[in-house]
């Protein structure tokens, strides 16, 4: 089993307060900015910030859905999502750029071995690249 991971990032215009203000939102920002891909969103627990618990249906291709359980931490500059129903974890890091911010979403899991391993580090990063740029945009324009 090799380590599998993608990484996305967006320069905004909202200062890095507000830009982590946002990505921690999971009761108002998140809902708005999540991509086609995401169905069955449901805050559980919490909903701002550490603490909170949220579950979605992510479908990764067209034969695959991944189920997600995620509890939130914040520390610092970062939020973690860290998935109960699998290995995944997502970051979101926001970092000063000049007026405003850059946020950078990094998801990583622990891929699958053999030749299925092989076609699963190899294609799903570009596939997952895809759906983060579009929760980006979105996120973007949300701070507009």
Do not use: C
């Amino acid at each position: 089993m090799g380590q599998v991971s993608a990484s996305s990032s967006v320069e905004v215009a909202a200062a890095p307060e507000a830009a982590l203000a946002a990505v921690a939102d999971y009761q108002t920002v998140r809902p708005r900015v999540l991509s086609e891909q995401y169905s069955d969103y449901a805050v559980l627990q919490g909903g701002q910030g550490n603490g909170t618990v949220v579950q979605w249906a992510l479908k990764a291709t067209e034969k695959r859905t991944r189920n997600v359980k995620a509890t939130v931490t914040v520390a610092g500059d970062t939020v973690t999502e860290t998935d109960a129903n699998s290995s995944m974890v997502t970051t979101w890091t926001v970092t000063p750029h000049g007026t405003g911010s850059t946020i950078t979403t990094t998801t990583s899991w622990k891929g699958a071995g053999g030749i299925g391993g092989f076609f699963e580090k190899t294609f799903a990063p570009i596939g997952l690249k895809k759906i983060q740029a579009a929760v980006l945009a979105n996120l973007a324009r949300e701070l507009g």
